[in-house]
């Protein structure tokens, strides 16, 4: 989610040349990662008041330090917003709906301010985006909103299909993290949601039967929650060729993908899913939980599979069999500029006048 904001901010800073943009904050600025100068940054001055939950701290401090700039637009690139009185306009990006759907994988404090305000904060918006054309569908269908535009997710020039030289390059920095190929590639936070634990099976039962005698199971990003038996348990599967890889830097995930022989995301639910469209561009076979959201970023060619052992154990089997299809397009189809440009639109006075917005971080005041 982080970034997908920082992105769009990214391509904004040019749709908007007159904007001033502002970021607001309880974190210290070496905690943050802005788009460039243009950006002014708002933070919490009181180091107590940092250790407030975010989405509580937005609406009360956060929600001061807007009110102080005089805000015209305030975009909640998380949904929850500060509840800005008129005439400041709130435009909200939905990417996803797990309160409603599967509750019990979420953080606690997360839980339960959704549960508060994620659906009144929808509703009181003026306009509410979408990062997917299944999370505009899940807003009407259960919310009763309908979503005034989509703004999903786009591919950065890294993500492409990799020369031999570039991935002999990228081989030994890998190869320092413990991954060699052939591997499996399982690129999500641990947590509950994310069905790691279905992946793990499904592969120890295939490596224990001697069909992925020489494979890897790379298992890349945070720690996350709820977990800590199967965390337990991964760590001492390293026999069987688990990897718990943690942070890749970014400059190596597009060799990281384009060197997996498939990138597995078994996920009970998501609002997209920004590493299987990645996986995609670089050339990679995916195999997805059967979950609309994740047939959108699958495309035509992923390996559909019930989020189940048995449903992955037969994906892995069928994905690894396959033959690669190319896909030269992709990143046409998925542009971060067209993106933004539908959420710019959105930002904008409606109906437009001859003036030009101040956008601060999500928020825009005409001058």
Known sequence: MG????????????????????????????????????????QEPLSALRRVPSFAWLRTRGAQLCAHDRLDVFWAGRTLHPGLA???????????????????TMQAATRWSHRLWFDRDVASANAVLANSQGTAGRVH?????????????????????LTAEALAAAREPLHALGIRPPYLLSVATLEPR??????????????????????????????????????????????????????????LMPALYASADALVC?????????????????????VIADVPELREAGGPHATVVAPTVDGVREGLRHALTSPVVPEP??????????????????????????SHPLLRDGAARTS
């Open 3 to 42: 970034h997908y904001v920082f992105q769009l901010c990214r391509e904004l800073e040019s749709l908007l040349p007159e904007a001033q943009f502002f970021a607001y904050s309880r974190l210290p600025a070496d905690r943050l990662a802005l788009p460039s100068p243009r950006w002014t940054l708002r």
């Open 86 to 104: 008129a005439p400041v306009r709130t435009v909200v990006t939905v990417h996803d709906l797990n309160h409603r759907l599967v509750p019990e």
């Open 141 to 161: 269908a259960l919310l009763k909103r309908r979503v005034d535009g989509v703004v999903p997710p786009g591919l950065a020039p890294q993500f492409q299909p």
């Open 194 to 251: 994310k069905n790691v634990v279905a992946l793990f099976r499904a592969f120890s039962n295939l490596k224990r039967a001697g069909e992925l005698p020489g494979h890897q199971l790379v298992l890349v990003g945070a720690k996350g929650w709820q977990d800590p038996a199967l965390e337990r348990e991964l760590l001492d599967a390293h026999e069987l060729g688990v990897l718990m890889a943690g942070y890749v830097p970014d400059a």
């Open 266 to 286: 078994p996920s009970l639910y998501e609002g997209f899913g920004m590493p299987v469209l990645e996986a995609r561009a670089c050339g990679t076979r995916v």
């Open 329 to 354: 397009d992709l990143a046409r189809q998925h542009d971060w500029r067209h993106s933004a440009a539908t959420l710019a639109a959105a930002l904008r006075p409606m109906p437009p006048s001859a």
